[in-house]
């Protein structure tokens, strides 16, 4: 599945996902998807856990493993407190700390460009 994230200069980029976990937050395991992911967005994940971030999402690229990588988008419109109705296999309890620095990081972002 995919969604289309605003990007910079009024560009528009897809992002891949296996999952939409709740509004705002999506869920990738795919490794070809996430390769797909690196591309569209200029990730370079050369760290156990990536934030690729703006005004209107963050994506967290999460290296869980040699061989095994996890991806979560968190868009704006994210509510926090449904997270505590998903199941620990998608959302284990150390990843929602993650999700909390995204989102706050997206609201950081925000009000940054307020500024500029």
């Known amino acids: ?8 200069y009024n560009n528009l980029c897809k992002y891949n996902y296996d999952l939409k976990l709740i509004n705002g937050l999506y869920f990738t395991i795919n490794p070809k998807l996430i390769k797909l992911n690196y591309k569209n967005f200029s990730i370079n994940c050369k760290e156990e856990i990536t934030f690729c971030t703006n005004n209107k999402f963050s994506i967290i690229s999460i290296r869980a493993s ?35 620095i995204a989102q706050k990081s997206i609201a950081d972002y925000e009000l940054l460009m307020l500024y500029f």
């Open 1 to 8: 599945m995919k969604t289309t994230l605003p990007q910079p």
């Open 66 to 100: 040699i061989d095994k990588k996890i991806q979560y988008l968190v868009t704006t419109d994210i509510y926090i407190k449904d997270m505590n109705f998903l199941s620990y296999e998608f959302l284990p309890k150390n990843f929602r700390d993650y999700i909390l």
